[in-house]
């Protein structure tokens, strides 16, 4: 199954499109990235649990958990909250 992932979390900025397996969820699919990106990947996004979850994870324009599972065709933008004032 093929996923399109917008990274945009500081120093990476990516857009990829990926192949997974049935059934991954966005936390899998970080895993995955970490070879990739390193340490960068792991200080921005923080713990994979749902409460260590520093990035916002939207699929298909909707807010959701990292554990999410994932599904062919879905779009995901990994992206940290901003505050302004």
Known sequence: MKVRVKLRLLSIMDDLELNFEEGETIRDLLKK???AYGEDLKKVVGNRTDQGFKAMAILNLELVKPSQRLKDGDELYLT??????
């Open 33 to 35: 990235l970490e070879p």
């Open 80 to 85: 940290l909250p901003v505050a302004g004032g």
